[in-house]
């Protein structure tokens, strides 16, 4: 993000002696404009927002948090919430208002015998693997471990454990939320059961959640990593894997991706920029089964590179991490499938084949499994009948490429929403206008939007995939 497009115009800023008072009673760390951090701290992992806040508080305890809730009702000040920054459609920041900032939060208590971790809000998943990866235990999260554990969890937060553990929110106990009212409550499935079931799903609408519990799983080295075939095989390694996965025994876990192999040291020289198609993989039981499994896919399809073996859970999840850093232009959009016909292949090959930059990819996560066990109204995360969740990304360091990567997401999904439910994953969207909020909630966006009007009445909590009622606009 450059800081120089925006230096000039004029940030609301905040009455000094109203901000005097509330500086007195906060124990974080607050910036304004003109602050010498402030432009690094407006910054979030997508380098397309640009947004400019009249205030961020780096909250440290529940107490800041509370008190940064009440001075923004007080003074009317729109509110943003930030976890670990990496919403696409930079939900976590604000223009003018207030960004309460939760990164400074970063308490994690793993309690061994009950199989459980205390994660304050803004840990990232990262962290928490390598605390519980001490025990030998672990959390079913995402792929890339700088991810916020607030954002993915709150939208629901599928990974490589999913088919076997279900969703991040199927794992997760309880929440301590501060609510609009700066109310501070917990929800669970004994207390203030309406908010436990919203915020399993329902984003960042009901409060601010300062610490989740969640159920941990004996996951300490999995058999994991990336294949890669030619992407002119892409059409019969789709064809075969939408019926392999499904069939497969649920500790295997293989995201489909389309991708162009970097040009990175850690794979072979004649392949760096070469488009191809490939799986990543990750087996949750035992190794040796793992590798019986994976050796007759190795058969039936020899790979032109791989990079699979034993490694340590937090190892897998954080292979990716450097090919995807902060600070690069980011569009994307997404889509829950439940079949993959030969059509909607041919769409993935032909936008597979026009890859616009190196790190601009497709993946096909699966959501069978666990994931498909919980009903659709339990949790308000409601495609509990998909198989997959498609993401298309468009990626590029170079702001001089947004057209082009923003143009060819657009078209690729255009191309295969129709072959979609209908609804996409709240945390693979961009600000894409309310109908596209209300398919993905479809059956549950009434029952949120009354959790919504008892916890949050006048929307003091909008910066995200918003629940609102049709006449507010
Ligand atoms: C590189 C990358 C890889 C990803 N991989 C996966 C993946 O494998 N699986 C997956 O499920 N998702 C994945 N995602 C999507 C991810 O789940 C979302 O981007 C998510 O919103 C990130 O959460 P965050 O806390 O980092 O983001 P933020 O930008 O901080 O927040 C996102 C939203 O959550 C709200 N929010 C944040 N913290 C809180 C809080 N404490 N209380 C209430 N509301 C809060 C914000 O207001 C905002 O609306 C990935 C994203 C990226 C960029």
Redesign the pocket.
Known sequence: MTTSTKESSHVRSINADLLGAFKANFHGELLQPGDKDYHEGRK???AMIDKQPGLIAYCTNEGDVIKAVRFALDYNLDV?????????A????CDDGLCID?SRMKKIRVNQQDRTVMVE??C?WGEVDQATHAYGLAMP????S???????T??????HLSRKYGL?IDNLLAAE?VLANGEFVTASEQEHQDLFWAIRGG??N?????SFLFRLHPISTVYAGPMFWELEKATEILQWYRDFLPAAPEELNGFFALMTVPPAPSFPEQLHMQKVCGIVWCYCGDIKQGEEILSQVREKFPPIFEHVGAVPYPGIQSAFDAL?PKGHN?YWRGDFVQELPDEAIAQHVKFGNELPTMQSTMHL?PIDGAVNRVGKQETAFSFREANW?QVIVGVDPDPANNERITQWTRDYWEATHPYSLGGG?V??MMEEGQERVKATYRDNYDRLLKIKQKYDPTNL?H???NIKASSET
């Open positions: 979030v992992y997508n943003a919430i930030r976890g670990g920054g990496h919403s696409g930079g939900l976590g920041m939760l809000g803004g990232t999260s995402g792929i890339i700088t991810t916020g554990v607030a954002g993915l709150l939208g629901g937060g599928h990974g991040t939320i984003g960042g009901f409060g601010v959640v300062t995807y980011w996560y969740s994953y945390n693979f909590f910066l995200n995939q």
